[in-house]
């Protein structure tokens, strides 16, 4: 049995990433997930609302990094370079939770309902870091748009990350910034013929 309730959730939070791995997750009870774990089935609930949340435990520290990091970054910077500031600081979370990070990301990706709540949970983010980036004096229509296209950088460098674990996260996120900012740099002409 866990002693702590920090145990216990993450064990839960293991049990579940596993047994959504072998059976799926619409074949997966939480009455199941608990006894993997060790735990009766009200202990999943103390911890859980539901079997979806358990793989969104770190919604909130890394709202909490992404909206500090913002309102921590030097005066003087563009939104884009506050926010890849910001990602950079919430990418230490998924860095240091690799082992869960992976197989989670590969399980949301054939589950419908944990890609709705994948969804939710990315709208949510990218509103927090919206309001960070107007506490810091940015028009809410760009602060919207710098959040939204950030939000879609961060998210193609944690999918390289993944993909491709010979480079940092952070390298990844560089290279994902980077390639945002050429999108809108003058493309220059070229010589037909």
Known sequence: ??????????????????????????????????ARAGVNERTF???????????????AALRAALVQAVAEAPDGLQPLDMLLRAFRKAGRILEDNRPF??????????TPALRERELAKAA?????????????????RLAGLAAQAGWAAFHQAAQAWIDDPSQSLDAHLSRAFDDLRALSAPVPLTKEG
Not at 5 to 33: P, V
């Open 45 to 59: 609930f103390r911890h859980f609302p539901d079997k979806r949340e358990v793989l969104f435990d770190g919604e």
């Open 1 to 34: 049995m866990p002693r702590s309730g920090a145990e216990a959730r993450r064990r839960l939070q293991q049990a579940a990433l596993e047994l959504y791995r072998e059976r799926g997750f619409d074949q997966t009870t939480t009455a199941e997930i608990a």
């Open 101 to 110: 990070s992976e197989p989670r990301l590969a399980v949301i990706a054939v």
């Open 124 to 140: 949510s983010l990218t509103d927090a870091a919206a309001e960070a980036l107007e506490q810091r004096g940015v028009p809410d």
